[in-house]
């Protein structure tokens, strides 16, 4: 049987590049269906599927956050953790200028400029995890060790 071909995101080029071993995961992508749809293509916990989600602060100033699935980020508490006034969702406008990639396919991987990365910090102590792939409708299965050695993202707790 061929192997599927899947797209060659930035994201994926990034991952190549670093020497990660992933495995990239295409599932049908839904308008809003979030993490929810992939987790249940996949038939795993949506604890495991990792939204990236870029926010900034009161400066304007972007950043990622990486977050389980199945949780919100609590602003406040990433606001207060990293010393900003405030941290709010970028438009999806601005999460395309800063990252390079639309929203429901945005990818900590090869973004357009380089922004700081934080993490949930139980995140790490998964097995693997499954992130976005640079495209709506691809994710990429990787371990928690490789997404370290590739971000050196800051671990927080500001989930709820």
């Given at each position: 049987?061929?192997?599927?071909?899947?797209?060659?995101?930035?994201?994926?080029?990034?991952?190549?590049?670093?020497?990660?071993?992933?495995?990239?995961?295409?599932?049908?992508?839904?308008?809003?269906?979030?993490?929810?749809?992939?987790?249940?293509?996949?038939?795993?916990?949506?604890?495991?599927?990792?939204?990236?989600?870029?926010?900034?602060?009161?400066?304007?100033?972007?950043?990622?956050?990486?977050?389980?699935?199945?949780?919100?980020?609590?602003?406040?508490?990433?606001?207060?953790?990293?010393?900003?006034?405030?941290?709010?969702?970028?438009?999806?406008?601005?999460?395309?200028?800063?990252?390079?990639?639309?929203?429901?396919g945005?990818?900590?991987?090869?973004?357009?400029?380089?922004?700081?990365?934080?993490?949930?910090?139980?995140?790490?102590?998964?097995?693997?995890?499954?992130?976005?792939?640079?495209?709506?409708?691809?994710?990429?299965?990787?371990?928690?060790?490789?997404?370290?050695?590739?971000l050196?993202?800051?671990?927080?707790?500001?989930?709820?």
């Amino acid at each position: 049987m061929p192997k599927e071909k899947f797209p060659v995101t930035s994201a994926i080029r990034f991952l190549r590049e670093h020497q990660v071993e992933f495995v990239e995961r295409a599932y049908q992508y839904e308008e809003h269906g979030g993490t929810e749809v992939a987790a249940r293509a996949f038939g795993v916990d949506e604890h495991l599927v990792i939204k990236t989600l870029v926010m900034e602060d009161e400066k304007k100033s972007p950043l990622i956050i990486l977050m389980h699935g199945d949780k919100q980020v609590s602003t406040k508490e990433l606001a207060r953790v990293i010393g900003a006034k405030s941290v709010s969702p970028c438009s999806p406008e601005a999460a395309l200028r800063h990252t390079g990639y639309m929203v429901g396919g945005i990818s900590p991987f090869g973004t357009k400029k380089p922004l700081p990365v934080y993490v949930e910090e139980s995140i790490l102590s998964l097995p693997k995890i499954l992130i976005n792939a640079g495209r709506r409708g691809l994710l990429c299965e990787i371990s928690p060790e490789d997404l370290i050695k590739v971000l050196r993202p800051i671990p927080v707790k500001v989930a709820r």
